[in-house]
T-cell receptor, first 116, second 115 residues
Framework: NAGVTQTPKFQVLKTGQSMTLQCAQD?????MYWYRQDPGMGLRLIYY???????DKGEVPNGYNVSRLNKREFSLRLESAAPSQTSVYFC???????????????FGSGTRLTVV | AQKITQTQPGMFVQEKEAVTLDCTYD???????LFWYKQPSSGEMIFLIY??????QNATEGRYSLNFQKARKSANLVISASQLGDSAMYFC????????????FGTGTSLTVIP
């Protein structure tokens, strides 16, 4: 089925370990995003990529890095995981938004990450 | 600055009744889009409805409608004839020319439908 695929769905890390969350979309969207969702705080933008070859910081980028590998794939890396990064992570994609406001997001199914 | 405000952390509604979930937004851009997403307990984010700032009529999608009051900067979601499957978190989101590629989300409202 067309959409956004995130892996893994669940992960437990020890403090200081590193990992990469993978995201791929097959809708030929230009823009891709990583959000984290925490109770009572809604979804907060970590990084986004408006188009292939570009990435920008969102609201909460500290402790994360991203790579827009190609138009389809956008990965999120935690270099040294901390308990504060325990969260649910969502990848999303969208048509490019500049000048156009009616393009919604298509979300992946989420990654539940626990850092102990 | 908070762009999207949802002031109802939790709501309860009787099955088959209608319910309104509140959302106010903040933007100085005349062109923007407002969205509602549903997140059931399984965790996925499901798009429900979209309203453009220039749309003359309130958006409707089946049992969902958006009560858009532009002057008050509110975009409330109305769910008619509530069903048990409507129990979920609901998020309001906005995208404008200034945010461009970014959406801003509210903190969500947890809706529980009581049989």
């Amino acid at each position: 089925n067309a959409g956004v695929t995130q892996t893994p769905k669940f992960q437990v890390l020890k403090t200081g370990q590193s990992m990469t969350l993978q995201c791929a979309q097959d809708m030929n969207h230009n823009s891709m995003y990583w959000y984290r969702q925490d109770p009572g705080m809604g979804l907060r933008l970590i990084y986004y990529s408006a188009s292939e070859g570009t990435t920008d910081k969102g609201e909460v980028p500290n402790g994360y890095n991203v790579s827009r590998l190609n138009k389809r794939e956008f990965s999120l890396r935690l270099e040294s995981a901390a308990p504060s990064q325990t969260s649910v992570y969502f990848c999303a994609s969208s048509e490019r938004g500049a000048g156009v406001t009616n393009y919604g997001y298509t979300f992946g199914s989420g990654t539940r990450l626990t850092v102990v | 600055a908070q762009k999207i405000t949802q002031t109802q952390p939790g709501m309860f509604v009787q099955e088959k009744e209608a319910v309104t979930l509140d959302c106010t937004y903040d933007t100085s851009d005349p062109s923007y889009g407002l969205f509602w997403y549903k997140q059931p307990s399984s965790g996925e984010m499901i798009f429900l409805i979209y309203q453009g700032s220039y749309d003359q009529q309130n958006a409707t999608e089946g049992r969902y409608s958006l009560n858009f009051q532009k002057a008050r900067k509110s975009a409330n979601l109305v769910i008619s004839a509530s069903q048990l499957g409507d129990s979920a978190m609901y998020f309001c989101a906005m995208r404008d020319i200034y945010t461009g590629n970014q959406f801003y989300f509210g903190t969500g409202t947890s809706l529980t439908v009581i049989p």
